[in-house]
């Protein structure tokens, strides 16, 4: 087993998940500016260190996406936030890219950037206690979308990501996210969803990627969100785990979802269904962001000093999102 190996596995295994609270401050701003807080990085950290202070980290969170602004904040003890994270067990991590930018000789379609200078900026957050991080490449269906040519652009990036952060000792998790924007049926989500994973695995393995020190975190198989054509959740587990099986080669050890959308508890049901019908040797779990946050920060917002409420919310949405990975979620668990 590689140390690589050994970090993707304590990340993901016994039905621990990644919470991603790795939105750039427009995003974060965005979050907070809806429930009407000001996007302070006080603010910002406040919340945070809330969430990465919970009971449920220990049982449930194996690792956490944090933005450049919070790997280098420090809490109100006086700790830095990786040691924070990792006094709960978890493992910090560090989304590296720096944004989805216009692609040019494209029709709107978008290219991620950050590999300029990211063998050193990768050295410094490792420094800072980060063993994985995160590039997330963005497609969207409709009208010859996504195109080849966006395809390959941002697979050929997430390639070399991952190479350099291999190199430095760090996990990649690799984020190919075909937007759920649109009225697209299922089955488009499913060719185009598969087309992008393969595309990615075959640059991956150009680039000589150890695929064993890798997680893969892709949008789960559903139809657009204006579609008049949703499937159940039953169809969603299945088309999902069978793109997932035709497109990911079996040496990755992990797949943690995104939940792009969805609600807290759609989520968490496709989640759970995914684990039940699983029939590939891939751990399946989380890797949400507004699916293990909203609520939280719905309640935070109303009053600002009650921790105790917040984490209570936050403690049940871990524990439900792990329950799923475990295929151990019901509804009447949601509701006890
Ligand atoms: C947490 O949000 C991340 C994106 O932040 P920016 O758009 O500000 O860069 C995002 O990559 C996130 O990690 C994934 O999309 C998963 O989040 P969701 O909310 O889709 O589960």
């Known amino acids: 087993m590689t140390e690589l190996n050994k970090i993707a ?41 809330i969430l990465f202070s919970s009971d449920i980290m220990n049982e449930c969170i194996g690792g956490v996406i944090l933005f450049d602004e919070t790997i280098n904040q420090f809490t109100s003890s006086g700790k830095t936030i990786p040691e924070l994270i990792s006094s709960s067990g978890a493992v910090p991590g560090i989304k590296v890219d720096t944004g989805a930018k216009d692609l040019a000789n494209s029709t709107k379609e978008k290219v991620t950037e950050g590999l300029d200078g990211l ?23 409709g009208n010859e979308k996504p195109s080849e040519l966006a ?21 990649p998790i690799v984020e190919p996210e075909v937007l759920m924007d649109g009225d697209h049926s299922a089955d ?42 949703k499937i159940s959740s039953e169809e969603i587990s299945h088309k999902t785990i069978q793109c997932l099986k035709n497109s990911v080669p079996t040496e990755v050890p992990g797949i943690a979802f995104l939940s792009g959308g969805q609600s807290e508890i759609e989520a968490t049901e496709n989640l759970n269904l995914i684990n039940k019908n699983n029939n590939t040797k891939f751990i399946m779990t989380y890797s949400f962001g507004r699916a293990l946050q909203q609520s939280a920060l ?7 000093k009650d921790i105790e409420e917040t984490q209570r919310i936050f403690n049940h949405r871990a524990k439900m999102c792990t329950s799923a990975a475990q295929g151990k979620w019901s509804s009447e668990l949601e509701n006890k």
């Open 119 to 141: 063998r050193e900026r990768l050295k410094k957050y490792y420094q800072l206690g980060a063993r994985f991080t995160k590039w997330r490449g963005v497609f969207s269906i």
């Open 298 to 304: 719905k309640k935070w917002s109303k009053n600002i």
């Open 188 to 229: 488009e989500c499913y060719n185009k969803t598969s087309e992008v994973i393969k595309k990615c695995f075959e640059q991956l393995i150009f680039n000589k990627i150890d695929l064993s020190g890798v997680i893969l975190k892709p949008n789960m198989i559903l139809a657009g969100s204006l579609s008049k054509n």
């Open 9 to 49: 596995l304590k990340i993901i295994s016994k039905g621990k998940g990644i919470l991603a609270a790795d939105e750039s401050n427009g995003t974060m701003s965005k979050r907070l500016g809806a429930v009407g807080v000001s996007s302070t990085p006080e603010n910002r950290l406040k919340f945070r260190e």
């Open 151 to 171: 395809i390959h652009s941002n697979s050929h990036a997430l390639a070399r990501y991952s190479a350099l952060v291999q190199e430095c000792g760090m996990v």
